[in-house]
């Protein structure tokens, strides 16, 4: 069981726009720590997506953002594409196991 | 650039001891970066093992913390990780990584291709 929650599967038409959501808790995301996703392609390793809670590292399309609430954080994807269809971790710094990074337990996006 | 290159045995047999290095290249070890392992078991979600940072500095997932050990060869500029005891429930795909930044802070900006590693008799 991760630490952060997020829905196991989401999935929208080319052009639409979804969010993924990430849920923690008062030692992880409600403690303020920073929130990162992260895109993984099938077969591939994961590559960072967002940092910071809204930061995209350079070449990231604006089309991908981020945001943070609570104890709660977000991965918005607009103007949906067939190359987007992958899973997407959540990622943040939990207070309470030893200052552990802990990861969400992963979302597929399918592009239908 | 950084880049980032797992090696080690993909197999190795339950009770035994998994070891892998992480060669970097593209930049030091030196720099201000935290040299990271994460693993993804087959069909799952991925999950953080420790850090190492060029001084010697270490943290752990306290879920592995008495069977994990990370270490750093500033020579050969590559990081390396011992798994002990390993069981089939070890078995995943290791991923070495690195990011900098506040521990609070810090996201995974450079990653590995990853090594699958199957524990099996």
């Known amino acids: 069981q991760s630490v952060l929650t997020q829905p196991p599967s989401v999935s929208g038409a080319p052009g639409q726009r979804v969010t993924i959501s990430c849920t923690g808790s008062g030692s992880n995301i409600g403690a303020n720590y920073d929130v990162h996703w992260y895109q993984q392609l099938p077969g591939t390793a994961p590559k960072l997506l967002i940092y910071g809670n809204n930061n995209r590292p350079s070449g990231v399309p604006d089309r991908f953002s981020g945001s943070k609430s609570g104890t709660s954080a977000s991965l918005a994807i607009t103007g949906l594409q067939a190359e987007d269809e992958a899973d997407y971790y959540c990622?943040?710094?939990?207070?309470?196991?030893?200052?552990?990074?802990?990861f969400g337990g992963g979302t597929k996006l399918t592009v239908l | 650039q950084v880049q980032l290159q797992e090696s080690g045995p993909g197999l190795v047999k339950p009770s035994g001891t998994l070891s892998l290095t992480c060669a970097v290249s593209?930049?030091?070890?030196?720099?201000?970066?935290?040299w990271t392992w994460v693993r993804q078991p087959p069909g799952k979600g991925l999950e953080w093992i420790g850090e190492i940072y060029h001084s010697g500095s270490t943290k752990y997932n306290p879920s592995l913390e008495s069977r994990v050990t990370i270490s750093v060869d500033k020579s050969k500029n590559q990081f390396s990780l011992k798994v002990n005891s390993v069981t089939a429930a070890d078995t995943a795909v290791y991923y070495c990584a690195s990011g900098s930044g506040s521990p609070s802070a810090r996201a995974f900006d450079y990653w590995g291709q990853g090594t699958l590693v199957t524990v099996s008799s």
């Open positions: 593209g930049g030091s070890i030196r720099n201000n970066n935290w």
């Open positions: 990622q943040s710094y939990d207070s309470n196991l030893s200052g552990s990074r802990v």
